[in-house]
């Protein structure tokens, strides 16, 4: 089992930033694959970004460029640095993990967290 827990969401005004955090507890976090979701209201679940075991990672066309994963093993946390800041970029956004799986279908991801709010005014 992983338990994960994203933090650093809020509000922010357009071409602003913001660092989310999603801390990881349980076996051994640098083994499993990581990846970035979001859900913005009356829309469906969106792959944003993904982060394998061995840090390769892949992006979202809305937001490459832009938006930057990566993950600290020794403290089990994966970080979304998000940059230029549109408010389009307005939903909740889901850290997602998993042993096998490292791609952008959200149906394969085991472990997930409970998301945090991320707002962007205009």
């Known amino acids: 089992q992983v338990q994960l827990e994203e933090s650093g969401g809020g509000l922010v005004q357009a071409g602003g930033s913001l660092r989310l955090s999603c801390a990881a507890s349980g076996r051994t976090f640098r083994a499993y694959h990581t990846a970035w979701f979001r859900q913005a209201p009356g829309k469906e679940l969106e792959f944003v970004a993904r982060i394998s075991m061995s840090s390769l990672t892949d992006y979202a066309d809305s937001v490459k460029g832009r938006f930057t994963v990566s993950r600290d093993n020794a403290n089990d946390t994966v970080y979304l640095r998000m940059n230029s800041l549109k408010p389009e970029d307005t939903a909740v956004y889901y850290c997602?993990?998993?042993?096998?799986?490292?791609?952008?279908?959200?149906?394969?991801?085991?472990?997930w967290g409970q998301g945090t709010q991320v707002f962007v005014s205009s």
């Open positions: 997602a993990a998993d042993y096998h799986y490292t791609g952008s279908e959200s149906g394969k991801y085991d472990y």
